[in-house]
């Protein structure tokens, strides 16, 4: 599977789904099911290299402003929901996360920011297809988010690394 073939699901689950993440881990789960159980494999590496990729200080502050809060699990919830927008939005927050205030200009933190079952829809695909858990993928989260560590809790720290995130969602 190559990076536009994984977009393009991505791409058409979202469509579908009409913006709604549960809706869209089921549809990307049935389009899953149509491939081979190794190329289920693939997409679901392909999926973790992003999910790595955004794993910053940078972005999990731009998480903070977003959904007002930034634990692990909920930053780990919106990197899901990050790379279920597609490629255009993912890769412009993850360059400059600040811009996710044009990228998402209609995030309403009661129903956006969380897709916890995009992350899981390569393995329940593999599962349905093997009746077998998708294979051990070798690979492994970071220990410490990429950057350099800062205060999620300082307004002034947060208003001048996002201007424009704390211009619309600050507090």
């Known amino acids: 599977m190559y990076e536009t073939d994984f977009w393009q699901l991505i791409d058409e689950a979202r469509d579908a789904a009409d913006g709604d ?3 869209q881990a ?3 789960v049935e389009r899953l099911v149509q491939l081979t159980p190794d190329e289920v494999i693939d997409f679901a590496r ?3 290299a992003r999910f790595r990729r955004a794993y910053t200080w940078e972005l999990w502050g731009a998480a903070r402003l977003l959904l007002g809060e ?3 699990d909920s930053f780990d919830y919106f990197r899901c929901w990050l790379i279920a927008q597609g490629r255009e939005v ?3 927050a993850v360059h400059r996360p600040d811009d996710l205030a044009e990228l998402v200009p209609d995030f309403d933190e009661e129903e956006d920011g ?3 079952e995009i992350g899981y829809a390569a393995d329940e695909a593999h599962e349905q297809l ?3 858990p998708l294979p051990d993928l070798g690979t492994r989260q970071p220990r410490r988010p990429e950057g350099q560590p800062f205060d999620f809790d300082d307004p002034g720290t947060l208003a001048r690394r996002f201007p424009r995130l704390w211009e619309r969602f600050g507090d």
Request: hydrophobic share 40%; glycine share 10%; aromatic share 10%.
């Open 21 to 23: 993440p549960q809706d």
């Open 70 to 72: 930034a634990s692990e």
């Open 114 to 116: 969380d897709a916890e």
């Open 90 to 92: 993912f890769e412009g």
């Open 26 to 28: 089921d549809l990307l």
């Open 130 to 132: 093997t009746g077998l």
């Open 46 to 48: 392909l999926f973790e």
